[in-house]
């Protein structure tokens, strides 16, 4: 009676009482707030295509504003700390709880005869929560708790008889019950340690010393052993927390309780012989956590105290405070799984990788043995991800890692290092050719058919490995080699395994050089542009120069085109070189006999690129240039970016008055689709279909046919490329292409020799 404010206290008594009460309550006042704002919205949500919404706009806005005050009241007790409260501070706070409860009444009462019985029942769900975070949160001021819970409770059963259903108001009913009883039991032994801790303060125990000296904010009870380290005067709370009768443990050892079962077998935890060891020394001690059993149940606990003694100074025991920190260690332990495995795998992530081969290498050198580390990369794994989509690429990766992980379970230890590349490490190698052996392996497993929502997937692998010491004395360069290892097998095409071999690093240093040699190659003047001729396939008339760029280095000499553009294009340097092609490609043409027109390439970074609609413009307006003379010729791969920017470009591009062409067509990612949707005005038909049709291979005659056919019904011309001898002429001209690119009608030839050309034909023409 006195927690409700019933009863009247001596002063002294009643002033920290209450004040004890509303400190109790208000440490739960963040949640409240949160709860209370989160339970509006969701209300809101619920109804809001069901009731009108003058309705829910004044409802919301009410039980927005009724927060206001419990706030307010809250800072000034936390101004005043807590001093000064009466009686009728308590009947205010029930009265401002009451009013909130009627507020929550509200939408059972008035808005929930609107939904139908499943919305009612979200609803009394909600309010369960609401109801159980007042009976927990609010049990130190019952009175407040006791008419909130009656105030709801009440509308909840009248929401339930409205819908008909007697079973479920009789359900609200018991459940109210339940938690006003509980709230109530909680309130009177809440009451209880109030009174104990008062009658202990002025005894001068040292409770709340000890509280203070070891962080009483997260002590949840308190614990007290003789000299022979047996437990006495055991709490309810501590035997609540043990899952055994006080009664039960009283005068046993604490070691023997907190061990538990394992105290037969003698296998203890670390952390219980650490505790030993400071109840032995009579050491005073801190936030020592030790995994409990509790009913059969791995616990943690964090256990403080301290050695107590008499007046005299005789050591009496210990006294100390204990806190259950399960969910912080499991979270703990938790941040530790992520922080080492993959989420999307569960394979080992890179940290735990680099960790597990520091391990391997620091074994190799001190047993001297070898360990090797191998480095892999999926193949085709990006063309997944572009046309069907993240969430399928995610899907493949899994598989990849369950079946690597299948094949390493025995000999290696595997892992994702992003992306699509993973890494195995071979902690001994016995055998040379043991890495051989699981490479092959390893590519023969991925490389084998998927099956991912309905799609059958094909992609490979191609593998990198180092071995140490011979090819690295730690872990990173180990990683280096076997990365280097792993581009070479990329470069040899793909689905193989290649060892390191020392003359890689000097690729690489090459590699290296000639990328920055690349930055500065437009200002020294060593790139240079050539122009080879497309010619009519019937009157043999020049049609058009294609611009094609070359580079002469001092050090590095003719450096082939597939070379340093795939170079630029990884070092972010093709923006910079197409913008100067086009320029001096587009002012060298302008020059030349009107029908005469000019063809360049475009990468896909290119096109990319959001400045190039732009850089067009003003390269055809300073050079003069008509648009219809220029031709940019595109390859299928761009249509394989993710989003519709390549389209978009293209047909700004069109929009211009630049013609396009679709480049190497038949060789990669074929579809109509690409044709339909932008407005190519010539498909090149790649040299490998011309020297195949000319050999009299059918397939390759088949596409040629095909593709002139498609190219007429659509209104675009052909050119062959790459057509070299009378033969091959003969052949894709009887076939049907109109324009013939090759060294059987001229190589690439400088711009001189351009001019040259242009002035032997207008003199035979004069």
């Known amino acids: 009676m006195a927690l409700m404010g019933f009863t009247a206290q001596p002063a002294a008594m009643a002033e920290s009482m209450i004040g004890a009460q509303f400190r109790a309550v208000d440490r739960m006042v963040a949640v409240r707030i949160l709860l209370a704002v989160v339970s509006i919205a969701f209300v809101l949500l619920l109804y809001w295509s069901l009731a009108p919404l003058w309705m829910l706009a004044g409802w919301s806005l009410v039980s927005t504003i009724s927060i206001v005050p419990p706030i307010r009241a809250w800072r000034v007790r936390r101004q005043r700390n807590y001093e000064g409260l009466r009686r009728r501070d308590l009947a205010r706070h029930a009265i401002g709880l009451l009013m909130q409860g009627l507020l929550w009444a509200g939408p059972m009462i008035l808005i929930a005869p609107m939904g139908d019985v499943a919305h009612a029942a979200a609803l009394w769900t909600m309010t369960t929560c609401l109801i159980a975070a007042v009976a927990m949160g609010f049990f130190p001021t019952p009175l407040a708790a006791v008419l909130f819970l009656v105030a709801v409770s009440g509308g909840a059963m009248a929401m339930m008889l409205r819908t008909g259903s007697g079973e479920l108001a009789a359900t609200v009913a018991s459940f109210a019950m339940l938690m006003l009883i509980a709230s109530l039991r909680q309130a009177r032994g809440f009451g ?35 000299n022979a380290r047996r437990l006495t005067d055991v709490t309810p709370q501590f035997a609540r927390m043990m899952g055994i009768d006080a009664d039960a443990i009283e005068g046993q050892s604490v070691l023997q309780v907190l061990a538990g079962s394992s105290w037969s077998s003698g296998e203890f935890d670390p952390a219980l012989r650490t505790l030993a060891e400071r109840l032995k020394a009579r050491e005073a001690f801190a936030n020592l956590v030790l995994p409990v059993e509790v009913d059969g149940t791995r616990r943690w606990w964090e256990l403080s105290a301290s050695p107590r003694t008499d007046e005299r100074g005789v050591f009496m025991g210990f006294h100390g405070v204990g806190s259950d920190v399960t969910v912080q260690q499991e979270s703990a332990a938790r941040i530790a799984q992520l922080a080492k495995f993959d989420t999307l795998t569960t394979l080992p992530n890179r940290l735990h990788l680099t960790e597990a081969l520091e391990e391997a290498v620091a074994g190799m050198v001190r047993w001297q043995t070898r360990s090797a580390f191998l480095m892999i990369d999926l193949d085709r794994f990006k063309s997944v991800n572009d046309t069907l989509g993240h969430h399928i690429g995610d899907r493949l990766l899994a598989q990849v890692a369950e079946r690597l992980r299948a094949v390493c379970a025995r000999t290696a230890f595997c892992g994702r290092l992003g992306g699509d590349e993973f890494a195995v490490i ?135 085109p597939a070379k340093f553009i795939r170079l630029a294009e990884e070092a972010r340097l093709i923006g910079e070189l197409g913008a100067w092609v086009l320029r001096v490609a587009c002012a060298e043409a302008a020059s030349w006999p009107v029908p005469v027109g000019l063809s360049l390439n475009l990468s896909p970074e290119q096109l990319c690129d ?99 056919a498609l190219a007429k019904s659509l209104g675009m011309q052909t050119t062959a490329e790459g057509v070299e001898t009378e033969k091959e002429f003969d052949t894709v001209r009887d076939i049907g292409c109109g324009r013939i690119q090759g060294y059987y009608f001229g190589r690439s030839m400088k711009t001189e020799d351009v001019h040259r050309l242009f002035d032997r034909h207008r003199h035979q023409a004069a």
Not at 522 to 543: C, F, K, N, T
């Open 610 to 708: 959001q400045t190039i609609i732009e850089t067009l413009k003003d390269v055809l307006a300073t050079t003069g240039l008509p648009p219809e003379r220029l031709e940019l010729e595109v390859t299928e791969s761009i249509f394989m970016r993710e989003g519709g920017d390549a389209v978009r470009r293209l047909e700004e591009i069109t929009a211009l008055g630049v013609q396009l062409a679709l480049d190497d067509f038949g060789t990669g990612y074929s579809s109509l689709g690409y044709l339909s949707r932008t407005r190519f005005r010539t498909i090149k038909i790649d040299r490998s279909f011309v020297t195949g049709a000319a050999l009299g291979k059918p397939e390759c005659v088949a596409i040629i046919t095909a593709v002139v």
């Open 192 to 226: 209880r340690q109030i009174v104990t801790d008062s009658q202990l303060a002025e005894k001068r125990e040292t409770v709340s010393m000890l509280l203070r000296e070891y962080d009483d904010s997260r002590a949840d009870w308190l614990w007290r052993t003789d």
């Open 426 to 560: 071979i902690p001994e190698v016995d055998d040379p050719a043991q890495v051989e052996r699981l490479a092959v392996a390893i590519i023969a497993r991925l490389s084998q058919p998927y099956e991912v929502d309905h799609h059958m997937l094909f992609i490979g692998a191609s593998i990198g490995s180092a071995t140490g010491p011979r090819d690295g004395r730690n872990a990173e360069a180990l990683i280096r080699s076997a990365d280097l290892a792993m581009y070479r097998a990329k470069d040899e095409g793909g689905g193989k395994h290649f060892a390191y071999v020392p003359t890689l690093h000097a690729d690489a240093e090459v590699r290296r050089k000639m990328e920055l040699a690349l930055r500065g190659a437009i200002e020294r003047g060593e790139m240079r542009l050539e122009y080879q001729p497309v010619v009519d396939a019937h009157s043999g008339e020049l049609a058009s120069f294609e611009s094609l760029l070359r580079w002469n280095h001092p050090e590095f000499g003719e450096v082939p």
